[in-house]
């Protein structure tokens, strides 16, 4: 028996556009549904945590709270949770800003290098498995059919934000 998933709520009846969508929605929730177990696996960790640690990786000097909490799209909460428990493990630290004594900047210690290293050197690998599925040349097809997606998404927002906001009743 087949797992239910995001894509059985389809019926051939819908629209291609939906159901496309919903393929979409299972393929990305199941990559990210082995992703998070082999984490947790493997090193102990969370998606979440690796996310922060990935953003910290990109940034050498550090990113402020307020600026994680921005890219990684949850709350400020969340963020000072994850950090709290980096910095108990030794993995990052948090340096008051010469600007603002009240805000910080959060960066890798070497140990949070070395850790991260290895979670993404990992981490490319099941990805690759995961996507083993494809050829080379039908990666490159999807992703630049992606990137047309992704363009008009952009363009539908944009015209989205442009427009004058409907009042509630």
């Known amino acids: 028996m087949e797992e239910l998933d995001l ?10 556009a939906l159901r496309l969508w919903l393929r979409l929605l299972t393929c990305t929730n199941r990559i990210e549904g082995v ?9 102990a960790t969370t998606l979440p945590r690796f996310d922060l640690l990935a953003q ?11 600026e994680l909490s921005k890219r990684l799209m949850v709350t400020g ?23 603002d004594r009240r805000s910080f900047t959060v960066k890798l ?16 690998q099941w990805v690759i498995e995961l ?3 494809w050829s080379a040349e039908e990666k490159s097809q999807v992703h630049g059919l992606l990137a047309g997606l992704k363009s008009h998404l952009t363009n539908l927002a944009a015209v989205d934000a442009a427009a004058p906001k409907e009042k509630s009743q």
Do not use: C, W, Y
């Not at 000072?80 to 630290?93: A, H, M, N």
């Not at 210690?109 to 490319?124: D, I, N, P, V, Y």
């Open 35 to 43: 992703i998070r177990n082999r984490l947790r696996q493997e090193f």
């Open 131 to 133: 996507l083993a599925g």
């Open 56 to 66: 910290l990786e990109r940034n050498p000097d550090g990113l402020a709270m307020r």
């Open 77 to 99: 909460g969340n963020i000072t949770g994850i950090t709290d428990q980096l910095e108990l493990e030794g993995l990052v630290v948090r340096e008051a800003r010469p600007s």
């Open 7 to 16: 894509e059985s709520r389809a019926s051939a009846d819908d629209h291609q």
């Open 109 to 124: 210690t070497l140990a949070g290098k070395q850790q991260f290293k290895r979670m993404a050197s990992t981490h490319e």
